[in-house]
């Protein structure tokens, strides 16, 4: 296939193939990070109760609207209202409760002064209460209800849950959620030149960064790593490390190298002609090469190339959306557009998605490093915190000139 695809048409295909995942019901302990697949809603009214915003003297408004300073409003103190009581002291008029942040206000009263607002403060007797400033009714009372009531939704379905989304499942009563199941993934590296990382390196060998790489992606990505290999360049290698995979029930299967045109490509060796994958030339770089489709089993299988920079764009491109979507999550990422703090070459008639440092208080991006977008800068990657994105007409970026910049790389 000679013509080049565009993004969005091998996004598509992918796209297309995507199945959701099943799901499982997991205790909050270890919900984090997890993609709810069921909205949660509240078991009960938040705040379940009436209560003190203050710590201070629960009164009726009326017994102190013509406090002062110069004239203070004295209430009598019936009763102490810790947190966590459960009485409801009755008030008469002119009496008042010493009461504390979250406990329940009484039935009878209708604002809360705060301790600084009383002559005596904390140390105000247990008899009487000196109120220097009246207080509107409501004040410092938090309504029943009047965060979420019950059966509202508190986190939609969708929502990746982080600690926030956490703690208000648990205010809303909850103590398990409904989530999707992590994608089971398969990475592997293909290369008979590559070594484990720390490994001594002969004539020829470079260690296997791509694995490290994509380990590291998918599991941010909320997949579950099931394999990671690496495997020499021929096609029996592929077939036998692909049965591997389906034993352990992988979903997706990511190969990194081994899908180009070159003489020993064994991904493209072991699949290529059997109809089930497909091999295609998009046109973006880095990452033109690509492969995917799906096995009789179901699962998926990416081939990505082989450089490290092609491997982080073509798995921010086409797999992270593609794991995003078999857990019910939003696939697409914000785009931010930034001026160019420099200026850069580009490739004719291709999307760049370049390795790019931003600065957020200028409003500018400019290069990771001056290699530009060369797939093989794995070093220079460290660098990288955002991707510049470049559409294919455009012929070269000015310094100055708006970019699309997504962030997160």
């Known amino acids: 296939m000679s013509a080049l695809r565009s993004v969005e048409e091998q ?19 270890g919900a984090a990070g997890r993609v709810l697949a069921e909205p949660v809603r509240a078991a009960a009214d938040l705040p379940p109760f009436d209560n003190s915003a203050m710590d201070g003297f629960a009164v009726r408004a009326a017994d102190v609207a013509a406090a002062s300073a110069a004239s203070p409003a004295v209430v009598r103190v019936v009763a102490d209202l810790p947190a966590g009581t459960a009485d409801d002291p009755s008030l008469a008029p002119g009496e008042a409760a010493r009461i504390m942040t979250g ?17 005596g403060g904390l140390a105000d007797s247990l008899e009487t209460a000196h109120v220097l400033r009246a207080p509107a009714p409501g004040a410092a009372i938090r309504r029943r209800g009047s965060d979420v009531r019950a059966g509202e939704i508190v986190v939609p379905a969708g929502t990746v849950l982080g600690a926030y989304q956490l703690a208000a499942v648990a205010a809303a009563g909850h103590h398990t959620v409904v989530v999707a199941r992590r994608p089971r993934v398969a990475v592997v590296s293909t290369g008979s030149e590559l070594v484990a990382p720390g490994e001594p390196i002969g004539r020829g060998q470079i260690p296997d960064s791509n694995g ?16 990671v290999e690496r495997v020499a360049d021929t096609a029996d290698a592929v077939a036998a490390v692909v ?29 290529e002609g059997g109809g089930d994958i497909e091999f295609a030339k998009v046109a973006m770089q880095p990452g033109k090469p690509q492969a995917f489709g ?11 190339p082989g450089n490290p920079v092609s491997v982080a764009v073509s798995f921010e ?34 999307r760049q998605y370049l390795p790019a440092v931003v600065d957020l208080a200028a409003g500018t991006v400019a290069p990771a490093t001056a290699g530009g977008s060369g797939s093989h800068l794995a070093g220079s990657l460290a660098r990288a915190t955002a991707w510049a994105i470049v559409p294919a007409e455009v012929e070269a970026v000015a310094a100055g000139d708006v970019v699309d910049v997504m962030l997160g790389a």
Do not use: C, H
């Open 103 to 119: 406990a329940p206000t009484p039935s009878d009263a209708d604002a809360v002064v705060p301790f600084e607002d009383t002559a």
């Open 11 to 29: 996004q598509a295909r992918v796209r297309a193939a995507v199945r959701a995942v099943g799901t499982e019901s997991v205790p909050l302990a």
């Open 212 to 227: 490290t790489l994509l380990a590291a992606l998918v599991t941010d990505a909320g997949g579950e790593l099931v394999l």
């Open 294 to 304: 799906t096995l009789p089993s179901g699962a998926l299988v990416f081939g990505l």
């Open 317 to 350: 491109v086409f797999v992270r959306p593609a794991l995003a979507a078999m857990q019910g999550r939003d696939p697409q990422r914000a785009l931010v557009p930034l001026r160019a703090a420099t200026g850069w070459r580009t490739p004719p008639g291709r």
């Open 243 to 271: 049965a591997r995979a389906l034993d352990a029930r992988a979903d997706v299967l990511v190969f990194s190298g081994g899908v180009s045109a070159g003489a020993y490509e064994p991904v493209r060796a072991a699949f």
